[in-house]
């Protein structure tokens, strides 16, 4: 290998060094310090990124944003817009954010495969291309778990709640309005957004049809058909909530023993891995110093 491809390699081994400690800096500092309270009050997410000032680094990742958008084209963007909404939209993100991130990742790991390649180190560089794809996307599917449990566990108590007020005369959007202003979390959030849809003038069935979507839970679309055959057929609402309610509950509780099903033969693995061993080497040792036996004897002086 000649002089100037090894120096070569050595400067682009540094360089990508400095590049991960730059960003990783960046990814750990604060700079919302420097601003106004009544400012941050108003910004979120990546609005107050970028009153923060960006990076030549982030505004590169800026400019591969449309490029990235007809790379993927709609289909594949509307199924990500769909899984942002489903996470609740966390830190004010949108596919433009999102897209960002990935390219900001991109470039900042770009020197580092090139090293691999220059190194011949192909199977590595193929796994770090995922690293762009991988890592924005883990976050987004974390939060749309996390919402989606917590969406399914106030569902029961909110349509119990809701059942109530219907019962004693209030009509529906006004029970609706007034029990989502007793809840908090992206339950609530979700039906304010959808009675400001219908207020805006929406008709009901889109409405529920959007909040359906925003959600991946389960229950949330079993309460919205009820809501509409309700609406288009005239069943009982108040007896239908109190029912999903009660199916709710009882699927959660079998959902629960399933999970405890499944930790079970894993905890058993733990413990056939981890404290069996122990145990049989506190065993062997202390059968070996209770009886005293001559190791070399036995094994002929070896």
Known sequence: MSPLLVLGIALLGAL??????VGYRQ???DALESLAVEDLSLLRGQQRRRAEGESPLQRMARRRVPGLRRLLGPRL????????????????????GYLERSAWWALLIAPVLVVLLLQGNVAMALL????????????VAAA??????????DLPDFLDVLAVTVMAGVNFRAALARVAERFHGPLADEVALTLQQIANGASVRQAFTDLRRRSSSEPVGQFVSALLQ????????AESLRQIAAD????SGQRQRQAAARTSPRVTLVTSLVLVPGALVFVV??????????LGSLFGGL
């Open 77 to 96: 963007l509307a199924a990500l817009q769909r899984r942002i909404d489903e996470a609740g939209r966390p830190d004010g993100l949108t596919v433009d």
């Open 248 to 251: 709710m509950r009882r699927d």
């Open 16 to 21: 990508s060094v400095v590049l991960l400690l």
């Open 128 to 139: 770090g291309l995922t690293v762009p794809v991988v890592l924005p996307l883990s976050r």
């Open 27 to 29: 990814m750990r500092s």
């Open 144 to 153: 749309q778990r996390r919402r989606r449990e917590r969406i399914d566990r």
């Open 230 to 237: 309700s609406q288009e057929l005239g069943a009982p609402l």
């Open 285 to 294: 040792i202390g059968l070996y110093v209770g009886s005293e036996v001559d």
